[in-house]
């Protein structure tokens, strides 16, 4: 595939453009980036508007923009659970998480397990949600490379460059962007993809806006469009008396990563940057609106067959690495000229880029709360404790590396797939414990484990090829997302052995919180 100079230049533009905001965004809202309040969560201090681009950035991925329309692309319907599941979401925002900002100001936490430790006075309880949120996350963060290399894939550049004195470097496009990611990470913490997020999302609306207009326009309308496509891609499929078929996989999927999303700890630490647990509810508000932009996203997958895409030689050599993932950029390379497309794949990488160094400053304070300062060194300072998590947050990034450079591609993603099934594990502890101490620490760790060790034989029962698994209840089969029905069963578990470990107990466990640290 040859490199079109256009579209690279405008590229590497923008890409040094936000790389210098990032370096830049240390002096922003200035604060003492040696206290991991100050460096992990931007010093608490991010209003309405800003924590909407953050958490916007943060949860719309490039992924997102690449793998939904994929979905839409190769499987019809059944990828856009994610438009649904997004909206529900919100109003659980809403509800229930101002909660965990109210306690986690009151007490100073910084991560879900630090909550989780002074809730139910559990040091196993804890590392347990840690580890879970860690190794949850890692994989994610492989998978935001994966758009970025889509994109470069896209635009021609060669992935090896050859370096006098040291032969052919693989994947040196990558290992660049990362290098340029993890040193303002470093040096800015939160602050740079809180700043950087701005742009990443007036790019992505702008993009998003001009393909839902100019491709529809350019391919004869929204009617051919979907006439194009075949009528079994456009529904999900009936169940049957014995079957509820796809129709329940659909609602589950829905379900079960509604529960999921902000159980991650990327999604919590730009929760708990916010100013106030009112600008977290002006958030679950206004929030929708990037749902909005999901929905007009997905479409692109449709568009994608009516341009036929994969009639381009761009789309044949792609397809061998990165499969449906690979419509999105060839549509836009096939439908806009080369200053646009140079401008769209800016904004897929950019995308990958935000939500990467959240995820890696969330997995670094987990890391420094949770496992260093609880096992390895207690004693440590505030100084020692903000160092250790910012040498962490690279080492997470060079494990995301080895996943995309190191490992086959469909591990990574296999290994995603299993983090909605492990992180949604944790909501017990979690979001139960922000309403109820009755749950016992013990119970709890003991249906964790359940949860996981169920959800993870289910997935391992399709090889990893799917997260959904048929149970039969009553002689009925329901094809049900297997986090959802781990967690039924980890909720169960720890209900039923609460209530005997609380009658054994001569003595309550210790809640370092407060009725009022809640409100």
């Known amino acids: 595939m040859s490199m079109d100079p256009v579209a690279v230049t405008i590229f590497v533009v923008l890409f040094a453009f936000v790389t210098a905001l990032g370096f830049g965004a240390a002096r922003w809202r200035r ?20 924590t909407w681009f953050l958490l916007g950035g943060d949860l719309y991925t490039a992924y997102t923009f690449v793998a939904v329309p994929a979905l839409m ?23 229930v998480f101002p909660r965990l900002w109210s306690v986690a100001r009151a007490k100073g936490y910084v991560t879900s397990a630090d909550f989780v430790r002074g809730r139910f006075g559990s040091g196993s309880l804890a590392l347990a949600i840690a580890v879970t949120g860690i190794v949850a996350t890692m994989p994610y963060i492989a998978l935001q490379l994966v758009g970025m290399e889509v994109v470069i894939a896209g635009l021609g550049i060669p992935m090896s460059i050859a370096v006098p004195g040291l032969g052919h470097i693989p994947d040196a496009p990558l290992l660049i962007a990362f290098v340029v990611l993890a040193a303002y990470t470093y040096t800015s913490g939160l602050r740079a993809p809180a700043m950087i997020a701005v742009v990443k999302d007036a790019l992505l609306y702008i993009t998003v806006l001009a ?9 004869g309308g929204y009617g051919k469009i979907f006439a194009s496509i075949d009528a079994k891609s456009l529904l999900l499929g009936a169940g049957s008396k014995n079957n509820l078929g796809p129709q329940s996989a659909y609602a589950t999927l829905a379900l079960g990563s509604t529960l999921a999303l902000f159980l991650y700890p990327h999604a919590v630490t730009g929760l708990l940057s916010a100013s106030s647990r009112h600008a977290v509810r002006r958030n679950a508000v206004i929030l929708p609106a990037y749902s909005f932009a999901l929905g007009l996203i997905a479409l692109l997958g449709f568009m994608a067959v009516a341009a036929g895409v994969k009639q381009m030689p761009q789309y044949a050599q792609g397809f061998a690495s990165f499969g449906n993932n690979f419509a999105v950029p060839a549509l836009f390379l096939r439908m806009f000229p080369s200053w646009f497309v140079g401008l769209a794949f800016a904004a897929i990488a950019i ?16 890391f420094t709360r949770n496992i260093y300062k609880e096992y390895i060194d207690p004693g440590c300072g505030a100084a020692r404790e903000c160092e250790v998590a910012k040498i962490v947050s690279l080492v997470v990034k060079l494990g995301a590396l080895f996943f995309i450079i190191a490992l086959p591609m469909q591990y990574a ?77 980890n909720i169960v578990v720890s209900a039923v052995l609460s209530l005997l470990f609380n009658a054994l107990a001569s003595t309550p466990c210790a809640d370092a919180t407060l009725a009022e640290d809640y409100v």
Request: aromatic share 10%; hydrophobic share 55%.
């Open 31 to 50: 604060g003492d980036l040696n206290q991991l309040s100050e460096w992990g969560l931007g010093g608490r201090r991010f209003g309405t508007v800003v």
């Open 73 to 95: 692309f190769g499987a019809g319907a059944m990828g856009f659970f994610a438009v649904p599941y997004t909206i529900l979401v919100y109003p659980l925002l809403f509800a």
């Open 211 to 219: 393909a839902v207009i100019v491709i529809p326009a350019e391919l």
């Open 351 to 366: 995308g990958a880029l935000v939500p990467a160094a959240i995820m890696s400053i969330a997995c670094a304070n987990l």
């Open 413 to 489: 993603i296999q290994l995603q797939l299993l983090g909605g099934i492990w992180i949604i594990q944790t909501l017990p502890a979690v979001l139960l414990g922000l309403y109820t101490r009755r749950l016992h620490p013990t119970a709890l760790l003991i249906g964790w484990a359940a949860g996981i060790g169920t959800g993870t034989w289910m997935a391992a029962q399709s090889a990893f090829k799917t997260s959904t698994y048929a149970l039969h209840i009553l002689g009925v089969t329901v094809p049900c997302y297997a986090a959802l029905s781990s967690l039924m069963l």
